[in-house]
């Protein structure tokens, strides 16, 4: 079955059989690591996984009157629709569990930078009108792998139903990471898009419509040696294209900022069902990438994946600069429990230069999560259990 099939499989089924479907899925995926971890003989073929049904779904309008104990007064408004920014949030109570993450976020960075180094985050609960920042909110820095989000939404958003050799890139690139398969899906927006020019359009496009902004700078480039077989391989309609030049869209530079309005925009409902499907990729579990010399020496679920164990998440790390003096490591995140929903993002720039680009080296990873951990204890006690 398609991951496509399977996910609308599993949204029509009621809620007891998709528990049970869930378990399935976290025992086969945890058999599937025990026996070789997806060391086939063919190290870019990529199994066919299902969302898991607690897979975050982008929220039009929560219920009123959903409970807040600290943040929201009786009668804060909903989210905005879809391409709308949400009103603020009434005075007084409001105003305090905003202020309380504020300061969660300044210990936060202060954590990641007694842990590996300096620090940027961005917190935007459901029913503000604005984040919250902390740290040098004006750094600009390179995107690395969560890009890999924006380039799924705008191939969803011109494909919804992506033929399979697209789909299994889609999943490799956003929960592998992998760079090959980042490849066949910046190939497939360029040929859905018209061109390398189309498709750096149409990324462009996706963080706009989140009042978002990047620098994709040229030139454009032919794929990297070690991903002309796999590409050729799993050409699909490209065919020949398949090793066209395009732009580098991981070396794309953006803020802190812009992170937050894209992940607050896909948490919102701002794509609509493109959205709502690379939301889905996004709550996969994470995996080890199986590309030759790829390094991971943390847990793949490491940052989001771990800090926030009550909540339903959906989330793409990024990291890279080895040997640049300028390595990063950052996550964006769409987190919800019950009818309240959050977008996170967070960046941390290591003191000490890794020898290779892995976040498990020089603190990278372990800075993060102290910084995220404290963004989770002031959100479970600002939305509580509501």
């Known amino acids: 079955m ?18 049970a479907l869930a378990g399935g899925l976290a025992l086969g995926f945890l058999l599937a690591l025990a026996s070789g971890g997806g060391a086939s003989s063919d190290p870019h073929a990529v199994a066919t996984l299902v969302p898991p049904p607690t897979a975050v779904r982008p929220v039009a309008a929560p219920a009123a009157g959903a409970g807040a104990p600290e943040s929201e007064s009786a009668g804060a408004p ?8 949400a009103p603020a949030v009434a005075s007084g109570s409001g105003d305090r569990g905003r202020a309380a993450v504020e300061r969660a976020l300044a210990r936060g ?81 360029q ?21 978002a902004h990047a620098e994709v700078s040229p030139p454009i480039a032919p794929p990297e040696a070690s991903c002309r077989d796999y590409l050729q391989q799993h050409a699909g309609a490209l065919g020949a294209n398949a090793l066209d030049p395009a732009y580098q869209y991981g070396t794309a530079m953006w803020t802190v900022g812009d992170a937050i309005d894209f992940a607050h925009a896909l948490g919102g409902g701002a794509y609509s069902d493109a959205g709502a499907r690379a ?52 996550q964006i995140a769409v987190v919800r429990r019950g009818a309240r929903w959050a977008a996170i993002a967070a960046m941390v720039h290591p003191t000490q230069q890794p020898s290779a680009d892995d976040p498990g080296l020089a603190h990278a990873a372990d ?20």
Not at 2 to 19: F, G, K, T
Not at 370 to 380: C, G, N, V, W, Y
């Open 78 to 85: 909903a989210v905005a629709g879809a391409g709308q920014v």
């Open 367 to 386: 800075g993060l999560e102290a910084l995220l951990r404290e963004i989770a204890a002031q959100l479970d006690r600002t939305v509580g259990a509501g």
């Open 279 to 330: 939301l889905d990729y996004l709550a996969l579990p994470k995996a080890p990438s199986r590309e030759p010399g790829a390094q991971l020496s943390t847990d793949p679920a490491w940052g989001v994946g771990r800090t926030f164990p009550t909540w339903e998440v959906a989330y793409k790390a990024g990291w890279g600069g080895s040997g640049t003096g300028s390595f990063l490591v950052g």
């Open 109 to 189: 960075v202060q954590a990641a930078q007694r842990v590996a180094g300096p620090a940027e985050a961005a917190v935007w609960l459901d029913r503000w009108s604005t984040p919250v920042l902390a740290g040098d909110t004006t750094r600009s820095m390179r995107m690395w792998s969560m890009s890999k989000a924006v380039t799924a939404v705008a191939v969803l958003q011109r494909q919804p139903v992506p033929p399979p050799d697209l789909e299994q890139a889609l999943v490799g690139a956003l929960t592998r990471s992998e760079n090959c398969a980042q490849r066949r899906v910046v190939m497939g927006l």
């Open 191 to 211: 040929q859905l898009a018209g061109g390398a020019e189309g498709a750096r359009g149409a990324f462009l496009d996706v963080l706009a419509r989140a009042g």
């Open 2 to 19: 398609r991951v496509s099939d399977a996910l609308e499989s599993l949204r029509s089924r009621p809620l007891p059989l998709l528990a």
